[in-house]
């Protein structure tokens, strides 16, 4: 196989740093209008799950989840820079959005989701603004590679390559362990093979010292803006699954005026 | 094809940074952007340095690729040759691959999100490019483009040992050749640590670049190549100008010049960021403000040159056409120097022109003239002149980092001879780090040093008799002198610092060597007895034989350059007075009291507010002129304070020649571009205000163009002649080296062997002297030199502010008064008798030594992708090495509190400056170094100018060369 070349020098399509921050002032802007806008409403459309705050949160929440799918999509090289454009757009529109919705009730248990919603915002931006500055500043930073070569560690790591060329032959014969790493197919097919396979990639990585000497906050932002994108979603799918079927719960006495598919309670 | 690497010779590496240049260049690589960077490592535990060129590995098993979450993967690796690349679109930024590749090796995209990385150059390569950028450049000639295994074999067939790269069982492909000199234990990068002040600038990426970086490869793709050079230093590089569209794009080494062969620093690079600078001067400018509030208004060249005739013409009317005074420099090139400001200054009347060279070299220009009768060496850097030499001997010359093209051959052949190389420094420069041996001198101990080098050869009786009976005269009473005033090793070790043993080892491998080179450079020159110091050195060269012979040399560089203009006989304005004084330094008494005599008027085209020594002073002299008229490229301090500011051109943009190279080599730049705005070239400028004074009819119109004004009006000189613009552009790599009389006379590479008559010099006079022999004393020289208070015989001296009492200089007569007229200038400047005082008399140095000045000042030269403020308008050097910083010992800064990176205040008696901390091993415990080329009104990193801790009162008497090597100093935490 002939690697492709460098794309060097492509002028980036991506989004930068101005519009980012452009993005967010706007899209915060925004979020504030509709809180005091929706909160001068009266009656019924004032209230989080009336007619026009519960389609602002339904709308959010499939945008917020578009974000989410946009990322995957980004994962898998599609559609390229625009995953991430549209990552940033639909996770704006759809936090201006849920805001709106639940701006009333930001003591109330699903208000976590907004912290949730914020760590991810802010984590996110951290990357793009500083994170990036320091992967660039990395350059030159690690050494490990240049100190003395330590036999023990040399048997450790020869070891660990036997057993991933051992696992490798069973979860896919055809690929070569120096270029392999788990992929989604991996996982549905031989979870267990794969999670065993990630194991000792794991820890070839932390003898090499990936992490190693680098901030903490660069080595881990990306594992805690997933967790937290995971619990994000999952908080909404339990938010979305309480009030549309669980709504005498959600009520907690109340009246149920929201549109909702059963009342059961808990 | 087998696997392709690099293969990077640590021992050939001098961290100049060329290659991060080169790779930017290339890449269309922004500030943060790195393929590759070049870290510079310091001992902890000894004075070493070294230098880890860094690129991606392109390992058997990249953890990069493995960390990539991207499916499919945004990296690949080509099963064929091993190359390891990004494929950008498909990136997502995450920065996994980062953290994952334990040579730090993957760079990243800032701006754009996503990760950069080496491909060993796959597209200029595909393009038809024999090899990667970074291996084009390079000066050291440390970096190797190919099959790995061929590679290896072959370095290690010529003894050499790859260090152990792969402690992780990666398995990478890029080959380290390690040390030679290293004791016994291979290099290991943590035994040694960065400097906090390398590699620590940002530049923001969307305000500093300017074009072409970041641009799609396509619209980078010349579809011109002009060769040039670089004007920038002495190295004098060859360069190629491409152009796209008729706009610049790029600047490389230019590989048809058979002796540099494409390689070149990164300075030379850089230049592309200073033709398309977004900083530069574009519009002449009015001062509408008080001087120093930097406000003007645009105005016309017509309106800017009327007035500023109209004003000079004033002051010539009340004060006499010595009133203005002229200087000019490093920016503003050769043909300006000696050519257009030279006719101006002689139709005008002025004996007060000067350039750098009383800061830089005039000490040894003047040492030279009076031993070999012209100044420079007549040696080449060629493989059968100074490529044959057992030994090299730099004494006061970092020469990797100021011109590290021409070291890069010095040390190539080093190795490939195994000739040896011994450094006398006070710091563990780049050169030194490359040494077999390196003495760590006392700032000021170098005449002292060549003094007792002398007094041992002559005890052992290991000079070259020969030689000295038939080509040097007055060496006996030279001899006789040393062993009367008792200049053994003995007396001098401990203002030296250096054993006795040590100096006598030194001597003797000088005697001994078959061919031993010994650099000086502004290590011996910027002291007071700068004349003195290179005298006595080169009396060591000229009684070992290492004179007049391929292989063995004195070599401070650099040659001068016989070109310049002359008004006709009839034309040229008769001299009222002589000048003030030979530096410009000794004009500030004149400009603020008009004793001797009145100076009212200064035309600057170079920045005196940062380069004069003694700021303090510098600043109320020029606050006190009438008219401050400055030209220069960029705005700094001194257009801050100007009058009128007149926006200049430079190298392709007016077309001149390349600094005074070293060897003799004449690069001619042709004009290439207009300069932006309605900047306009020094020579028209010239011309233009020459008009206004009925000059026209020697500055002529038609001299605009520079390249006929070199041929009519610059070369009328014997050594010249030859060097005409057809003959420079008959070479695809456009210079000639002098002396050549006629187009057709054939290029010396060795001047002054031993039966040759020296150029344009009677039959048998091998050396341009009256007498044709080398000259230690005549009766003549004598005298000149007792109408100083000082003797022809060199005797000791050095500097007044240091640690150790030694015999040190007063000077008689202060700037405001006539003094005596310089024997030495024929009588054309005032200067100043002097007077040795004995080191048993009171010393001016004890006292400030009481006030806590307890460490001694050295001022030189930043790293090499910097040269004075040029480099300072180009983000890449500023991301290279950003800050004004002080390097100190670490029981220095133990003592002081201070850690690596902090911010210091270094304080003399003549004023204090800010800078960074770097603190190292590789410097004597009680000095200080700080570099000079920042100013306070530069646009990425402003710090005071090192200036503000000079003093200009400690001169040479002869060459006017201030002290810029040994002041004490007290050091504090900012």
């Keep these: 196989m002939t690697a492709k070349p460098s794309q060097q020098g492509v002028a980036s399509t991506d989004l930068s740093n101005r519009s980012l921050i452009s993005i967010l002032a706007g899209a915060f802007s925004v979020s504030i209008f509709a809180i005091i806008i929706t909160a001068s409403l009266s009656g019924i459309w004032g209230l989080p799950g009336g007619p026009l705050l519960q389609a602002a949160a339904a709308i959010g929440s499939v945008c917020l989840v578009g974000s989410f799918v946009a990322v995957l999509a980004k994962r898998r090289g599609r559609p390229g820079k625009a995953g991430f454009r549209s990552h940033i757009w639909l996770a ?175 | 094809m087998s696997r392709l690497a690099l293969m990077i010779d640590l021992e050939r590496c001098i961290g100049c940074k060329s290659c991060e240049a080169a790779c930017k260049a290339e890449h269309g690589l922004g500030p943060g952007e790195r393929r590759n960077r070049v870290v510079w490592l310091g001992g902890d535990n000894g004075p070493t340095l070294d230098f880890l060129k860094l690129a991606c590995q392109h390992c058997e098993r990249p953890a990069c690729l493995r960390a990539c979450p991207v499916e499919p993967k945004a990296i690949r690796k080509d099963a064929e040759t091993g190359i390891v690349s990004i494929i950008e679109e498909s990136c997502v930024g995450c920065g996994e691959c980062v953290a994952a590749c334990p040579y730090g090796a993957m760079g990243y995209d800032a701006g754009g999100h996503h990760a950069v990385k080496c491909d060993l150059c796959h597209d200029r390569r595909a393009e038809g490019a024999a090899t990667t950028a970074c291996a084009s450049v390079c000066p050291g000639k440390a970096i190797t483009f190919g099959e790995r295994d061929p590679m290896l074999a072959g370095a290690e067939a010529d003894g050499r040992t790859a260090i152990d790269n792969d402690p992780y069982l990666l398995a990478p492909a890029t080959i380290y050749l390690d040390r030679i000199i290293r004791d016994a234990s291979a290099f290991d990068v943590f035994e040694q640590s960065t400097p906090a002040v390398s590699d620590d600038g940002e530049p923001d990426p969307e305000t500093a670049t300017a074009f072409p970086f970041g641009l799609p490869r396509e619209e980078r793709l010349a579809d011109r190549i002009e060769p040039g050079g670089c004007n920038i230093c002495f190295n004098a590089c060859t360069t190629n100008f491409h152009f796209k569209d008729d706009r610049l794009v790029k600047v490389t080494g230019n590989e048809s010049d058979p002796m540099l062969e494409g390689r070149v620093c990164p300075k030379s690079q850089f230049s592309l960021q200073l033709y398309n600078s977004k900083d530069r001067l574009t519009q002449p400018l009015k001062r509408v403000g008080e001087r120093g509030e930097n406000k003007f208004e645009p105005i016309s060249w017509e309106q800017a040159l009327d007035e500023i005739a109209e004003k000079l013409g004033a002051i010539r009317d009340d004060f006499g056409p010595e009133a203005l005074a002229i200087f000019s420099g490093t920016r503003t090139g050769t043909l300006t120097n000696k050519g257009y400001i030279r006719l101006f200054r002689q139709l005008w009347g002025t004996p007060n022109f000067e350039t750098t060279e009383p800061y830089c070299s005039f000490g040894k220009n003047i040492a030279y003239n009076m031993v070999q009768g012209a100044g420079g060496s ?197 001299l009222n007075k002589p000048r003030v004084r030979t530096s410009p330094t000794g004009w500030v008494d004149a400009m603020r009291t008009s004793q001797p005599y009145a100076l009212k008027a200064l035309i600057a085209c170079n920045n005196p507010m940062s380069l004069w020594p003694d700021q303090t002073e510098t600043r109320d002299g020029l606050n006190a002129l009438d008219l401050l008229v400055h030209i220069d490229i960029f705005p700094n301090e001194t257009s801050a304070y100007a009058d009128y500011v007149l926006p200049a051109a430079t190298g392709i943009e007016k077309g001149e020649v390349g600094r005074a190279c070293e060897d003799r080599r004449v690069v001619w730049i042709d004009r290439m571009i207009e300069p932006p705005g309605v900047a306009k070239p020094d020579g028209w400028i010239w011309i233009e205000l020459g008009k206004r004074f009925g000059f026209d009819d020697v500055l002529k119109e038609e001299w605009k163009d520079s390249a006929k004004f070199w041929d009519e009006a610059m070369i009328d000189h014997v050594q010249m002649r030859g060097v005409t613009q057809k003959r420079l552009h008959s070479r695809p790599y456009r210079w000639v080296r002098f002396p050549v009389a006629t187009e057709e006379a054939e290029e010396i590479n060795t001047l002054y062997l031993e039966g040759t008559t020296a150029p344009g010099k009677p039959e048998g006079h091998r050396f341009p002297s009256p007498s044709g022999k080398l000259e230690f004393f005549t009766e003549e020289m004598d005298a000149k030199f007792r109408s100083y208070g000082l003797s022809a015989l060199p005797e000791f001296y050095s500097e007044g502010e240091s640690l150790f009492d030694m015999a040190h200089l007063e000077m008689l007569d202060p700037d405001w008064t006539e003094g005596i007229k310089s024997p030495f200038l024929n009588g054309a400047a005032y200067a100043s008798r002097a007077r040795i005082v004995d080191a048993s008399e009171a010393q001016p140095a004890a006292n400030l030594r009481a006030q806590g000045y307890d460490m001694e000042l050295v001022t030189g030269r930043a790293p090499a992708p910097h040269f004075h403020s040029w480099t300072h308008y180009s983000w890449q050097a500023q991301e290279m090495w950003p800050d004004l910083y002080a390097q100190m010992h670490p029981a220095t800064a133990k003592r002081l509190g201070i850690d690596d990176g902090d911010r210091v205040t270094v304080e003399t008696s003549h004023g204090k400056a800010d800078a960074r901390a770097w603190i190292t091993n590789g410097i004597r415990e009680r000095a200080i170094f700080m570099p000079i080329g920042w100013g306070e009104r530069q646009p990425f990193n402003p710090w005071r100018p090192v200036n503000d801790l000079t003093d200009k009162h400690q001169r040479c008497p002869i060459s006017e060369q201030t002290n810029l090597k040994s002041l004490l100093c007290r050091v504090s935490a900012a």
């Design chain 1, 92 to 266: 704006s529109i759809g936090t201006g959005l849920v805001l709106a919705h639940g701006a009333s009730g930001l003591l109330k248990p699903p208000a976590t989701l907004f912290v949730l919603l914020l760590l991810l915002i802010g984590l996110g931006v951290w990357s793009r603004l500083q994170g990036a500055r320091m992967m660039a500043r990395t350059f030159g930073e690690k050494r490990a590679g240049f100190e003395k070569p330590n036999p023990a560690v040399r048997a450790r790591l020869a070891a660990l390559i036997e057993q991933k060329q051992a696992l490798l032959a069973k979860l896919d014969p055809s690929a070569h362990e120096a270029l392999f790493s788990p992929q989604f197919r991996h996982w549905l097919s031989a979870p267990i093979l794969t999670l065993s396979y990630t194991k000792l990639a794991a820890e070839e990585s932390r003898i090499i010292g990936a992490a190693a000497g680098l901030p903490q906050i660069q080595a881990r932002w990306r594992l805690l803006h997933r967790l937290a994108a995971l619990a994000f979603v999952g908080g909404l799918l339990a938010h979305i699954i309480i009030v549309m079927l669980f709504a005498g719960y959600a009520a907690d006495g109340g009246d149920i005026y929201w549109l909702h598919f059963a009342a059961w309670d808990f």
């Design chain 2, 378 to 574: 007549g040696n080449s850097y060629t493989e059968g002149d100074m490529g044959s030499a057992e030994l090299y001997v730099y004494m006061g010359d970092n020469q990797a980092e100021t011109r590290p093209v021409h070291f890069g051959m010095i040390n190539d052949w080093r190795l490939i001879n195994r000739a040896r190389l011994i450094a006398i420094d006070p710091r563990m420069t780049v050169t030194a780090s490359k040494a077999d041996w390196h003495l760590p001198i006392r700032p000021g101990g170098d005449m002292a040093l060549s003094l007792a080098i002398a007094h041992h050869i002559f005890s052992e009786n290991l000079h070259d008799a020969k030689f000295c009976e038939e080509w040097v005269l007055g060496w006996e009473e030279w001899r006789d002198f040393i062993f009367a005033s008792g200049y053994s090793p003995e007396w001098a070790a401990p203002i030296t610092d250096l054993p006795a043993e040590d100096i006598k080892r030194l001597a003797e491998e000088i005697a001994r060597a078959d061919g031993c080179v010994i650099f000086g450079s502004r290590g011996l020159n910027q002291h007071v007895n700068s004349v003195q110091s290179n005298r006595a050195i080169m009396f060591v060269a000229a009684i070992t034989g290492n004179w007049g012979r391929r292989g063995g040399a004195y070599f401070n560089m650099s040659a001068s350059v016989p070109a310049e203009a002359n008004a006709p006989e009839g034309r040229i304005a008769p």
